[in-house]
């Protein structure tokens, strides 16, 4: 079993030929409305990869977030832990896609900043039932770091997507076991501005003195680098024609979250979800551009041949 903490928001994504400048008004080809938010699509992705998965999370009683809960029952999603919560609206992104599939992103946090450390709490045997667990930084980050910690004293691995990025404390970074940033939150994290790949070792370097296990940064089309005490490995991104970078982070923690489930080395994870991350982005929105276990096998088979 896997258990995702973390945010649902309901994606509000305008498709355009370029981004606005300050001040300018363009207009945008079409508009979508699609479930997300980091957490929500990390376990979709889990879910659709074939994985059990719990969610810990807050939506507010609108249509929103009903529609939200909906989605990711019909997925497969096991959503008794997420919580409605009266007087505040359910988390939005406001999205912007241009025609390279390059993506702006407001959050509106909402419902997802009513999650509680008493929620966290309360929710301990549900951990103690998980192998894995999956955060972000989308929910209070006492939260994040109740659950973390939860977890380790539990002996469950866990994984941190540390996305919107903050400095965090040695204490908390001490708890995660696997930590997938893109270079730009690297920075955030280490301190240490990443130029090439001499820098993004030595902020790596930084966090793992301060007791981060394992790091895998995701590089968008460079594909992504593990890198701990051991050494440094490069996976090549799959070359596809990209529609919308949206959800490719958190398809491929998903992904990495369910090998690790089924028992695979973090370097057959890394694989797997370079796999996911690249069919992904051929598709527009985030959980609906999420794959189903059998489209990503079929895509590795067709790889190999």
Do not use: W
Request: with cysteine; proline share 3%; net charge negative.
């Amino acid at each position: 079993m896997i258990t995702v903490v973390g945010s649902l928001n309901m994606d509000l994504v305008t498709y355009t030929g370029r981004m606005p400048v300050i001040g300018e008004t363009i207009i945008g080809k079409s508009f979508r409305q699609i479930p997300g938010g980091k957490g929500a699509n990390q376990a979709d992705a889990i879910a659709k990869l074939g994985a059990k998965v719990r969610m810990i999370g807050c939506v507010g009683c609108d249509d929103m977030g009903n529609t939200l809960l909906e989605s990711l029952n019909n997925d497969g999603v096991d959503i008794t832990l997420v919580k409605k919560v009266e007087g505040v609206s359910t988390g939005i992104a406001s999205i912007t896609v241009d025609s390279a599939a390059n993506n702006c992103i407001i959050v509106v946090s909402g419902a997802n900043n009513m999650l509680t450390v008493e929620d966290i709490n309360a929710s301990y045997d549900v951990i103690q039932d998980s192998e894995v667990v999956v955060a972000q930084l989308e929910v209070p980050i006492e939260s994040v770091k109740t659950a973390l910690k939860i977890a380790k004293q539990l002996g469950k691995l866990t994984i941190l997507n540390p996305a919107p990025a903050v400095p965090l404390e040695d204490e908390f970074l001490a708890n995660v076991d696997i930590l997938v940033p893109n270079d730009t939150e690297l920075e955030i994290l280490s301190g240490i501005q990443v130029k090439d790949e001499a820098d993004l070792i030595i902020a790596a370097k930084v966090l793992m003195d301060k007791g981060v296990r394992e790091l895998v940064v995701t590089l968008g089309s460079k594909g992504a680098m593990h890198i701990n005490k051991s050494g440094l490995k490069i996976y090549p991104a799959h070359q596809v024609s990209a529609a919308d970078t949206t959800a490719a982070g958190d398809s491929f923690i998903g992904a990495v979250a369910v090998a690790i489930n089924e028992g695979k080395s973090l370097d057959e994870a890394i694989y797997f979800a370079t796999a996911v991350g690249a069919i992904t982005v051929t598709r527009e929105g985030a959980q609906s551009s999420l794959p189903l276990r059998e489209e990503v096998e079929a895509f590795i088979s067709n790889i190999k041949q």
